[in-house]
């Protein structure tokens, strides 16, 4: 997945371009480059590998000025990292240059019908395509929009695309299919494109999400959207911008990640607001309103999601069945897409997607598209693809999450997933407790965030090679997610598992060079987890015990422990999850990892 910026009228394009990527880095980093129409009507680019700092460096060494240009911050699909395959792309003859997001599929076949016609590529990308089919489809219409229009026909796969040429000189195009692109407007006349609101945040005071199929042309004179489908104009509202710039900044913070786990006490509080209220036992989720009738025939609940979001969505199939006694199964999307399961109208699908934008769930809901049944979305960023192709949805409210490794945005998930299993339940019995615990649930974590234990932990761990994480029912997810956001920004191998499993088979790991961390809290398993505990220490293995009882017996038996709030069962995934989140935060401080932008990865997977 990439970053894309553009404006025309902007007063210091490149100025607006180099702080957008910076803004979107979090979308991609490994490369980066911008194209700037300057006073002579030339187009200038400067593409880099590594991240924007470097476009940075390399721009302030040439005097760009301009009020026109595009940029791009890359994840590589096609074509390794290197500066020739850095965007903008542009044909031959550096008539037009375009910024891509998204996998063109079908390009190479494109690429060898463009070079039997005398086209010359200089890069490995499928997106340099684009540009050379724009000239190509120029040299017979001799419009830019026409050629445009031509050559998204042409296209198969996912784009979102901005396109300047030194043919029409004073023209922005952008044109979206399954990636999302966000038209800006601001009151000094200038318009912007941008794959996130985000980038938008300091210039743009309205906001217009572009739909599939859509081409805007910009000019400085205005805006104008093209349904490519009707060949109609489009008049949609605009949106007032509600991010502002210290949304995308760090504060007194050293990385995003550290933020957001702070904002993870605001982030359930403001999950819940509005939704529950103890007092009239009942819950409100607004987002669920238009299909009332049809939750009335539901008797299975299908949840899809990917990463941390599936973990979430594991959670919720012991809280759904739990609290709400309804069957739950979850599926990752980049399996659930392509199995023949028999699905019945009764069942509802929940997919959980902090982005929106996951090509992988994405392609799960197109798959049941036509199928009658109901989906829903458990989305964090608003107005996107997911939100708008689900029936209905009950939104994160986690507010902007940058760091790649999601951590405020899962609480806020698990958290809407408690308040659904409420939702669906008849006569929860421990519904008071339940609800009053999870309105104290945030003042409490605020004092555990205080806390020091975790860092002097991970400081006598770090130099592990691998690591064991362990729980059981509802802390079964939490292992998961404990050991992805270990390996996701230490780069420490690790792996997760229902404790009862251990002794079948990956006890054989065990030694005193695998240590292991233990999620043993009070409950039905709490005496189970003390024989996986003994189980481990037998051969030597080092153990970290989770525990929520500071005079657990657990205590003597382990090499350190990490105490946490006590909260009822369903509620535990809430807290343990956060004493995860740190240690795998403070594991890869120890190791002096880029904690936001861990190597590989990109923070919304928008290509399958
Ligand atoms: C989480 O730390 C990872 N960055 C990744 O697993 C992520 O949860 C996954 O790609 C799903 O993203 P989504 O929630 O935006 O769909």
Redesign the pocket.
């Known amino acids: 997945m990439c970053g894309i910026v553009a404006t025309v009228g902007h007063k210091n394009a490149p100025e607006f371009i180099l702080e957008g990527l910076e803004s979107l880095e979090y979308r991609g980093y490994d490369s980066a480059g911008l194209a700037i129409l300057n006073s002579d009507s030339e187009i200038e680019v400067v593409k880099v590998v590594g991240h924007v700092a470097n476009l940075k460096d390399k721009t302030n060494n040439q005097n760009l000025t301009g009020r026109i240009g595009l940029g791009h911050t890359r994840w590589a699909t096609h074509g390794q990292v290197l500066t020739k395959n850095a965007h903008p792309h542009q044909d031959q003859n550096g008539d037009f240059f375009i910024v891509h997001n998204g996998i063109i599929e079908n390009f190479q076949s494109l690429k060898d019908f463009l070079m039997n016609k005398g086209h010359r590529f200089s890069s490995d990308t499928d997106s340099e395509v684009i540009a050379h089919l724009l000239a190509y489809n120029y040299k017979k219409l001799k419009s830019v929009k026409s050629a445009l229009i031509a050559s998204l026909q042409s296209l198969r796969g996912a784009y979102a695309l901005a396109v300047i040429s030194k043919r029409e000189p004073n023209k922005l195009w952008g044109a979206k299919l399954s990636g999302p692109l966000i038209l800006g407007l601001a009151k000094d006349n200038s318009y912007y494109l941008a794959s996130d609101s985000l980038a938008l945040a300091s210039v743009a005071q309205k906001i217009i999400p572009l739909e599939d199929f859509e081409l805007v042309e910009i000019t400085p004179k205005g805006q104008t959207i093209i349904n490519l489908k009707t060949d109609q104009i489009v008049s949609r509202p605009t949106e007032l911008m509600k991010l502002t710039k210290e949304d995308s900044q760090l504060g007194d913070f050293e990385d995003y990640m550290i933020k957001e786990i702070h904002h993870i006490p605001q982030a359930i509080g403001d999950a819940i607001r509005g939704r529950l209220n103890i007092d009239q036992n009942f819950i409100t989720l607004g987002g669920l309103n238009s299909v009332v009738d049809q939750l009335q025939y539901i008797d299975r609940i299908i949840i899809v999601?990917?990463?941390?979001?599936y973990f979430a969505g594991m959670v919720g199939e012991y809280l759904i069945e739990d609290i709400a006694n309804m069957p739950v199964e979850v599926h990752l999307a980049s399996e659930f897409r392509y199995r023949k399961q028999p699905l019945s109208r009764s069942s509802m699908v929940i997919f959980?997607?902090?982005?929106?934008?996951?090509a992988d769930?994405i392609g799960a809901l197109e798959v049941i598209a036509g199928s009658g049944m109901l989906k829903l979305g458990i989305v964090n960023v608003v107005g996107s693809t997911i939100s708008r192709l689900t029936d209905a949805g009950i939104y994160c409210r986690a507010g902007l999450e940058k760091s790649?490794?999601?951590t405020k945005?899962f609480m806020s998930q698990v958290t809407i997933l408690t308040l659904i299993a409420l939702y669906l339940s008849d006569n929860y019995k421990d519904y008071r407790l339940l609800s009053q615990q999870l309105v104290n649930l945030p003042s409490q974590l605020s004092q555990f965030l205080n806390q020091h234990q975790i860092k002097k932990i991970a400081n006598k761990y770090y130099q592990a090679s691998n690591f064991m994480f362990l729980g059981r029912n509802y802390n079964y997810p939490v292992a998961l997610e404990g050991a992805?956001?270990l390996k996701?920004i230490s780069y420490i191998h690790a792996e997760a598992l229902a404790s009862g499993e251990l002794k079948h088979g990956s006890l054989a790991l065990i030694d005193k060079k695998m240590p292991s961390l233990v999620i043993a809290l009070s409950g039905k398993t709490l005496d189970k987890n003390v024989s996986s505990i003994a189980e481990i220490k037998a051969r030597k293995g080092k153990v970290i015990a989770i525990v929520d009882d500071a005079k657990s017996p657990i205590i003597d038996q382990v090499d350190d422990v990490i105490v946490i709030p006590k909260v009822i069962e369903p509620l535990q995934p809430l807290v343990s999850a956060i004493a995860c989140h740190l240690f795998a935060y403070y594991m890869a401080k120890a190791l002096d990892r880029p904690i936001d932008r861990p190597r590989n990865?990109a923070?919304?997977?928008t290509v399958e």
Not at 305 to 309: D, I, K, R, Y
Not at 352 to 358: A, D, F, N, V, Y
Request: with cysteine; aromatic share 0%; glycine share 8%.
């Open positions: 999601a990917c990463g941390t979001s959980i997607s902090q982005s929106g934008e996951t769930s790649v490794a999601s945005a992805l956001k996701e990865l923070k919304s997977v």
